[in-house]
């Protein structure tokens, strides 16, 4: 390998390791913030959906065609974006196996001192 490729090789793989860092943060966000969104609007449901009437039982308020299917939007939110996370962490291994097999074509050739 001349020294260009070296070179080359050696720029691609501070970037890559760049990208690895910023999915890492990708991927923890989209595991943080969509459950905390999710509690949220699970509580919203909670709090507006239900409630009493005259004689004090507990009745809902939503519309029947909400009621049942509503509760699921909680759900959704933790996990579509569990799928964006998956995702990611798949990219991450591909990106993991390359930069593996350009640092061990890099050490097979040894230091340039």
Known sequence: MNETA???HL?????LRQDMAANRVRMETL???????GAAVFSWIAIQGVGTNVAHTWCTKLPSQ??????FLPFAYA???????????WRSTLVARYIRSVESALSSIGSPC
Request: no cysteine; charged share 20%; glycine share 10%.
């Open 6 to 8: 070296r070179d080359f």
């Open 11 to 15: 720029e691609e793989l501070k970037q």
């Open 31 to 37: 595991a943080q913030r969509p459950l905390l969104v």
């Open 66 to 71: 909400l009621s049942g299917t509503i509760w």
């Open 79 to 89: 996990v579509l974006p569990g799928a964006g996370t998956l995702a990611a962490y």
